[in-house]
Structure formats: structure tokens, C-alpha cells
């Protein structure tokens, strides 16, 4: 059976096309690269708008029953980014853990770090996590949670994702 | 006088008898190497289920008069896993710190580590400490957070605990 | 355009006069060594109370324009202690990034960090940043977190920060 990921690309300057979506190829890449499952990409590109956020992580969860939703964008302190609110409305659980390594890794290349609201969540069957918009840190923050990925995407009854091991060592415990 | 330290199994399987409660023992047995004040466990075993633990947090600290409470389990992102909803749901304040501090010690071992959403939280005169389930990983927790539990134990009025500082080095700051 | 820069002081003791306040003065020193640009401090000391905090928080930035308000005290776990509540009471959004490198570094010194429940905030034009009440913490945490607070004012349209680069070397990603 094929994995569905959404990758929500989330800012108003992509939405009006005035600005190359250049994230959502990113986590695209990324996936190519590293999972070794069959899947398919299912990619929406939004504005800054609560609403509409949550309506697009609603359809690739509810609708397009993907496993993972990754977005980038809309994670900063600005009156705009509110991708981190948006992701809380929809889920039913938070998992601070994602968002606390992945500012920690950032921390080593920026002290900016600090700055990004970045979260991760459960909604029914599938993980949702928040990246930053640029590609570079989205590979850096990528990196650092995929090894939990496919374990947490089995606990929730998801997709069996599988990765290249020479690029990422996923865990998953003895006996499960 | 004697403090009482509340213990709580949180666990469909171990609840129904279908599985040996490991997580509560090896609490227990943690308190006794470390603890040199006189102390007292209060046990219980609960299932998954948001209300039964609620109740059980309820009566260690509010009925026993419990000053510490350690939870072992529930703290995933399964669907059945609720203990941290429990646990904010009867605590005054949280405290995000030992969360944060026993996820980065856990990464040392794991990589799942993030899946934890392990919490803890003042109710009262207590102290409220959510566990993993696994044996290994209770240890490596308390190991992380025990220095500073007696001093916050101290500042809700809660007993006086004191450890035996070749395991544990309790922190206590100068003039208070 | 001189910047302002609110200074709160939590503390029952302070407030009443019983206990000379050094908190405050030790971030108006911080802030008269690091900053190079012109600023102002408005300083105010009020109780743990959570009205007060709150209405002393919104005086700061919405009456008097401040860009940064730095608060010490009324972080830990005690049952006066409520200044994270009313800061995330008046804050549009929540930045978990300082309040984790916080206690991260403040973790080298004391173990009881992870008490700690400090955060920081955006609220209009302003950043909120939470501090512990002791003024040797005070330095620590700053160093920590002031590289990335220029530019998150800059995000939120405050005033421009400048920092002298031997003590604080502010970060502004390029382009920007």
C-alpha cells in the first residue's frame, strides 16, 4: 500500500505566486531521498490565514488520509505565522518533543532558532509537523525527528514508512 | 513524620491483570535507594482512561496527602495514551522543565524520545512527575530530575525530603 | 528614535518595601552594557498578584510604547509565583524557544532550573521576556537569549535594537 504525504506550503507570497514555493520542493526532495516505502506527495500551497491552514491539514488528514503532513512557513514570531496555531486547533495531541529538538539543532547554525513556534501533533491516523520556510533548515530539522517518525506514524495506525538506512536510522523498539 | 509518595501504574494491560506491572515496582524501588527520610507508598493501578486517572491523582493528593506523585505510563501518542491531559487537568501550574530535561536524557538512548509528552505539575502541597512506562527509562528520568525535587517539594510545603547524596545530590539553595 | 525598554520587578517583598529590589537595576545594567542604541527604562515594581502583573505588562507596552519588557521574579513554582500566567495572559503568541535555552543554560549552574516555568512572548509591537529573580541568573539568561532579540522586534515592526558586538553578537539573517 502507498504512504500519503502532505506537504503544506504555507505563505502569502507563494499563494500569489509572487515568490517561488522553494519549501515544499525541499520536504519533497527530502522524502525522495531518504524513504524507501512507496508513496505519493499530495502538496497544497496556502496563505497565512488560520482557515485556511486548518481546512488544508483537515483535507490532507480527513480527506486524502495522508500518514505524515509536513508544512513549512508560518512558524515565526510575525503578526502573520500562524501555522503552529493552526496545527494545535486540528490535533488531538501535542508532541513538544519535536518542536524542542528541532530548535535545539537549529541553535547550533542560527541563534534565531529560539524564534521559530515549530510544533508536531497527532490528528487520528497521521503526524503533522510544522518546519521552517527555509529549504536549509527544513533539511537540518528533518534530520533530527525522521529516526522517530516511522515508529510514531505505527503507534497511531498509520503507514509503515521505511527509510534508507545510510541516511536515516529509523527506530523502532524491540518486540513491536 | 513520614512522606507519603503516591505511585501511579497507568495501564490498560496491567489494570486487567493480563500483564505485570513493572513501571510501579521499579518506582518504588528507586525511592528506596535514594530517599533516607522516613516515607510511604500509596500504589494504585489504572487504566487508560482520562477520568480513572484524574480520580487517582485526586485521591493521592488531596485524600493520602501525598507530597510526590511519579506516574508510569500513558505518556505516548497512541490513542489510548492520556496521562499528561490527566495530569494538567487536576495541576495548578506546570512545570515544562522536567518534560524538556528527561526528553533530552532519553535522546541519549533513543531517538523516540520525542515521542514522550511526559510532563509534571504542582496540585497543592505535591508534586506531580509523569514516568515512561519502561523500567530503564524510570531510572534514567528520576536520575535527571531528583536534584530538584526535595527544594520544589519545599516551596509548595510540602515533606522534607532529603536523598543519600552518593546517589543523588538534592539541591537545596543557601539560605533558604 | 529612542527605544523603550520596560523593566518589571514581581515581588511582594519589593513592593512593600521590605526587600531592596535587584532585580530591575540588574537588567537596566545589562541593558546600559550591551545596547548601543538609544533606549529608555521604564521601571516598575508590582506584587504577585495577577491583575497587577497583567495591568503593569499591558501599561508597558500599550501605554507607554515599550519595545522589550524584561520581568524579573515570580517564575517558580511556589504558590505566589503566577508571573508566566500573566504573561501569557496578555501575549498574542507564545516563543517556548527562550524559555527552554533558559533553562538550559541556567541547568550548568543549578539543577533546580528545570523549575523554572519562564517563557517570553509577543504581544503588539513588543517582546516579553520572563527572568528569574536572582540577578546572577538574570546575566546568564540574557546572554542566552539577547543575540536573537533584535531581530525578533524588528519581526514584530519595534524598535531597532543594536547590540555592542564584544558582549552580544545580535543575529539578523541577510537580505533581511
Same mark, same amino acid.
Given at each position: 500500500m502507498q504512504a500519503k504525504i502532505g506537504i503544506l506550503t504555507v505563505s502569502d507570497r507563494a499563494h500569489r505566486g509572487i515568490y517561488e514555493d522553494r519549501g515544499g520542493p525541499a520536504i519533497r526532495a527530502y522524502m525522495d531521498d531518504v524513504l524507501t516505502n512507496p508513496w505519493r506527495p499530495v502538496a497544497l500551497v496556502v496563505p497565512d490565514e488560520l482557515e485556511q491552514i486548518k481546512r488544508a491539514l483537515l483535507q490532507l488528514? %480527513? %480527506?486524502?488520509?495522508?500518514?505524515l503532513v509536513v508544512t513549512t512557513g508560518g512558524t515565526g514570531p510575525a503578526p502573520r505565522d500562524i501555522t503552529p496555531e493552526a496545527t494545535e486547533a486540528v490535533c488531538e495531541k501535542m508532541l513538544p518533543g519535536f518542536g524542542e529538538l528541532m530548535r535545539q539543532v537549529s541553535l547550533r547554525f542560527v541563534p534565531t532558532a529560539i524564534l521559530s513556534r515549530q510544533t508536531a501533533g497527532i490528528r487520528g491516523h497521521a503526524l503533522i509537523i510544522n518546519l521552517p520556510g527555509k529549504p536549509s533548515a527544513i533539511r537540518d530539522c528533518l534530520d533530527a525527528v525522521m529516526p522517530a517518525v516511522p515508529y510514531c506514524i505505527d503507534l497511531v495506525d498509520g503507514a509503515y514508512l521505511t527509510t534508507d538506512e545510510s541516511r536515516i536510522k529509523a527506530f523502532r523498539p524491540k518486540g513491536k
Open positions: 488528514v %480527513d %480527506d486524502e488520509g495522508c500518514s
